[in-house]
């Protein structure tokens, strides 16, 4: 038998391996646990192979508005916080200063430390929300966050809470909520008593059809660690429903360290049942009280005084007979379209004749109103309701409502603490920050201009009960007089963009929409520091409030911006008359209500800057930006779903640059149109992988997260999909040149990671960056292969790109780590084709470098001085440390003068000049890739002599030389060069 060559070997194992990803494709779900494990070494892989990592990579923040904490451990004067897709961070002064720890992951739920040093982390978000990113289990450090290890647990997904035994470290517990999207596998709650070695699943809770209800809260007793209370929460997500409340939603009681469990919520006067949504708990261990904070997602009773007197709701017409409806006052009927914004033509003896005509039905005056903003806050359910549990007995602390604290979407929330000093010193942390001193039955608003107004975790000092500290969607706030003021302590650079933008003004601004953070501006060479507290000037200005979403600008006047918030609210502004004008294209009375998505997409045409483009489940355009609209479309999505979240909807959307009106749609249940004549007619293309999969309760959609036509290939369309609302990983981005008839799989290489952006780097052919939910990734050759963006860019999801074309810059949005900008110029010579071919070398012949006048002074009195060097690009085509020399360089004999007539000291210096005097300029660490590398100018406490040099470079057995030419005698000033 014929031995099969290892080339021809191991490409057929990677032909294998490609089949094995495109079979999976056409048949896809949600990643297995082995499958999510394996992410980490797939992204290392990536990591190796990056050859941009030596460009610098600048964080531009901002971090003036922060991001969202999920939790809050203290130990002394140590505050370990963990944000929700921005890492664990760390601070040792009360908030002045932050340092980052734990690089493997930063999508956290849960942390707890521990005196010894010891600090648990539990990975993935429980709030639920669109954004909240499943995590990989639990990791751990011994020292104080200086090393970390992962500990296990990769199928919980989401993590509530995580406790250290107070007196026994090894023995730790994780609340797990389990899988967001999917089946509940991973839920309940876990215990070790060997420090993470080995886990038990301790408390299981059954669900539905063969899955488990999760856990979102636990609390150790620290009098006794025996004593623990978990909350389990009932609750299914997907991405037209949102289930938010279940029978198994409960609270639960161990006296054995969590061998037996008793469900005391059973007890009366707790409201379990269909309607109980998530449960907070917190206990006060000198009185043994236990608070449970429960979201109610029952209707809440109808009050028949207060509904006669608001008159006329959109709830009303739901079933509303003809006869019913003809029957009613016109002045009443009239007050309530006049108050809920119809149309004038759409009057009340108008609407009455269109429904006498069968034009029209009594419904079609709720259905106009359909939005999935409003349906947040309008819909009446009992909402929060606060219980303590004492001597085995409920009793809910307070008569009223508590209303208008988070409306319909507990599931944001739903914690509550007490004060270690004061039992009746309760704190609810909802859209408002809440304050109780007499045990829950009455309550302050405790907020402050300074503090974002939705909340999440509360840690209240054991021994001052003063001191509090809150985390919220803007970070942590610091209170030293129990919440009457307030610090902000928002240093890091943390924030979860949606969307980035740039302009072309000089220099050019970026733009970006933040989660419920609004819209911000600001400089490209923005880094962030505190000079601003003394100044009172942040050079980031904020645009709109809400959850900023994507962002247009005027490319001929910068100061006409386009910003919007969630569920297709947009706004046109002139910045520099503050002139402002709302843009949310309408339905008619009668229509089907148009859907939009939570990050509805616009697009102010490159072609014509007056042509605005806007996606609900249509698209729209806009001739004059946003003053007059039509509709260019019927539905380009697949109709909808029923549920309470809105779906069905277009999330992408793109003009050709190069043709005018070639535009391109995609859809959140996986649909893709095409229009060659400027939207009058739409082809649907047919998909290389089944984007609707099964039925019912089973039904699965990959989401259109980008669609991109390409500046080099004129037919080159580019889709990126997205599994994450299924919790399916994979990485699918996929290209066609012949209008969908045959695609391309690109990054089959790429780590399982759901792709988020796409962007063609205009200078380069074939040249493309994705961002995933864990960084970013380059090709340079049309998707064939990827590598790491760059290896200091944090484990973090990446949502949008851009590339500002006159600066060759890439902008970076990542939802929790702020925005990142990148200069590719020093990329113009670089071609695919050399990029494992090109040798150690210097990228130019030579460098010159003049003296400064900053060389060796100090800018004022206490200022370091500034050391001389020359800055050489360099291209390497390995990892490794090099050693770094400087000759000089021997003065050519043409050039020597009269010998015979030298001195013995200017003999000497001729000498030592033709032998040349080397300095040795120690090591510089390279990366693969290009590079700056520092060539040290000082000799003793001066600057090397004028003179001719040639610099050496050398990686194990590679060497690279260039002349450097010092005239020091030339000076480099402000006002110039000067002798």
């Not at 904070?293 to 017409?317: S, V």
């Not at 970006?512 to 060479?525: A, E, I, R």
Request: overall charge negative; hydrophobic content about 35%; glycine content about 12%.
């Amino acid at each position: 038998m014929m031995p099969i060559h290892p080339t021809l070997r191991g490409a057929c194992a990677l032909l294998l391996l490609m089949e094995s990803l495109d079979a999976q494709a056409q048949s896809w779900g949600a990643s297995s646990t082995q499958e999510r494990e394996a992410v980490h070494a797939e992204r290392d892989a990536m990591m190796a192979l990056s050859w941009t990592s030596g460009l610098e990579l600048h964080n531009i923040g901002p971090a003036v508005m922060g991001g969202r904490v999920v939790d809050l451990a203290v130990v002394g004067d140590t505050t370990y916080v963990a944000y929700a897709t921005g890492g664990l961070w760390k601070t040792v002064n009360h908030g002045t200063t932050f340092e980052p720890l734990l690089e493997a992951t930063t999508m956290l739920g849960a942390v707890d430390a521990h005196p010894s040093g010891r600090i648990l982390v539990g990975s993935g978000e429980v709030n639920s929300s669109r954004s909240s990113y499943a995590g990989d289990g639990v990791y751990l450090s011994n020292d104080g966050g200086r090393t970390w290890a992962h500990a296990g647990l990769p199928e919980t997904h989401h993590i509530g809470r995580v406790r250290i035994d107070p007196s026994r470290p090894d023995r730790m517990w994780v609340a797990a909520l389990g899988e967001l999207y999917s089946k509940n596998q991973g839920g309940g709650v876990y215990r070790t008593e060997d420090g993470g070695n080995t886990w038990t699943r301790v408390l299981t809770v059954d669900g539905d059809a063969k899955s488990v209800v999760g856990a979102v809260d636990l609390v150790v007793d620290p009098r006794n660690p025996d004593h623990l209370y978990a909350a389990t929460w009932d609750r299914t997500r997907r991405a037209h429903e949102f289930t938010e409340a279940g029978a198994g939603s409960g609270v639960w009681e161990s006296q054995d360290g969590g061998d037996t469990w008793s469900r005391i919520s059973q007890l009366d006067g707790f409201p379990e049942g269909p309607d109980a949504g998530r449960i907070g708990l917190a206990h006060h261990a000198a009185s043994n009280t236990l608070y449970a904070l429960i979201d109610n997602q029952a209707a809440r009773p109808m009050d028949e005084a207060a509904a006669e007197e608001e008159g006329l709701t959109p709830g009303a017409f739901l079933d509303m007979s003809t006869e019913a409806f003809l029957a009613l006052d016109n002045d009443t009927l009239q007050a309530y379209l006049d108050e809920n914004g119809f149309q004038p033509a759409d009057s009340a003896a108008a609407v009455k004749a269109r429904v006498q005509r069968d034009e029209l039905s009594p419904r079609a005056l709720h259905d106009y109103l359909s939005d999935g903003n409003a349906a947040m806050f309008d819909t009446e359910i009992v909402g929060p309701e606060l219980y303590a549990f004492q001597n085995g007995a409920w009793q809910r602390t307070h008569e009223g409502w508590l209303d208008d604290v988070w409306y319909t979407y507990g599931y944001y929330f739903g914690t509550v603490s007490v004060d270690p000093s004061d039992v009746n010193t309760v704190y609810i942390a909802g859209v408002p920050l809440l304050k109780s001193t007499d045990g829950g039955q009455t309550f302050e608003h405790i907020g402050a201009p300074n503090v974002h107004v939705d909340h999440h975790k509360i840690w209240i000092d054991p021994d001052n009960p003063r001191h509090v500290l809150n985390g919220n969607d803007g970070g942590m706030n610091v209170s030293w007089d129990g919440g009457a003021s307030w610090i902000k302590c928002n240093s890091p650079s943390v924030g979860q963009f949606y969307a980035v933008e740039v302009d072309d003004a000089e220099p050019y601004n970026v733009y970006g929409g933040l989660q419920d953070n609004g819209t911000w501006k600001g400089p490209h060479t923005h880094k962030e520091n505190p000079a601003w507290h003394q100044t009172g000037q942040h050079p980031y200005r904020g645009l709109g409030g809400g959850d900023g979403m994507q962002i247009e600008v005027d490319r001929r006047n910068a100061d006409i911006v386009f910003t919007g918030y969630q569920f297709g609210w947009y706004r046109k502004t002139n910045l520099a008359t503050g002139e402002s004008t709302s843009l949310h294209p309408t339905h008619e009375l009668g229509e089907t209500p148009l859907r939009w998505n939570w990050q509805t997409p616009i697009l102010l045409s490159r072609h014509q800057q007056d042509i605005l483009y806007m996606g609900s489940n249509k698209l729209h355009r806009s001739m004059d930006q946003g003053e007059t609209w039509e509709t260019l479309s019927g539905d380009l999505t697949r109709g909808g779903l029923a549920g309470n979240v809105p779906f069905g909807t277009l999330t992408t959307l793109a003009e050709h640059p190069e043709r005018f009106g070639q535009l391109a749609v995609g859809s959140d249940d996986g649909l893709v149109h095409v229009s060659m004549d400027g939207g009058h007619a739409w082809k649907r293309l047919e998909m290389p992988i089944p984007t609707s999969l099964g039925k019912g309760d089973g039904l699965k959609h990959a989401w259109v997260t980008e669609v991109m036509w390409s500046h080099h290939d004129a037919d080159l369309l580019v889709v990126a999909l997205n599994g994450y609302r299924h919790d399916a990983l994979d990485a699918w981005v996929f290209a066609t040149r012949n209008g969908g008839k045959t695609w391309e799989r690109w990054g089959k290489d790429l780590p399982s990671e759901p792709v988020n952006a796409l962007v063609e780097l205009e200078d380069h052919p074939g040249w493309w960056v994705v961002g995933t939910d864990g960084g970013a990734y380059l090709t340079t050759n049309a998707g064939a292969s990827f590598s790491a963006l760059h290896r200091d860019l944090p484990r973090v999801p990446v949502h949008d790109l851009v590339v500002q074309e006159r600066e060759n810059d890439l902008i970076v949005g990542t939802h929790g780590r702020g925005i990142y900008r990148m200069d590719l110029s020093s990329l113009d010579d670089v071609t695919s084709t050399t990029l494992n071919t090109r040798p150690l070398e210097f990228v130019d012949a030579k460098v010159e470098v003049a003296r400064r006048e900053e060389w060796n002074t100090r800018g004022w009195a206490w200022s370091d001085p500034k050391e001389p060097e020359a800055m050489c690009w360099v291209w390497s085509p390995v990892d490794g440390t090099a050693q770094v020399r400087l000759r000089t360089m021997p003065v050519s004999e043409e050039n020597q003068e009269g010998k015979g007539g030298l001195s013995a000291d200017q003999i000497l210096d001729q000498l030592q000049t033709q032998e040349g005097r080397v300095y040795d300029r120690g090591e510089v660490r390279l990366v693969r890739g290009m590079q700056q590398v520092p060539i040290s100018l000082l000799d003793g406490d001066n600057h090397i002599p004028a003179g001719p040099y040639q610099v050496t470079l050398k990686v194990d057995d590679l060497e690279a030389r260039i002349r450097l030419e010092c005239d020091t005698e030339l000076v480099v000033t402000e006002e110039g060069v000067k002798p």
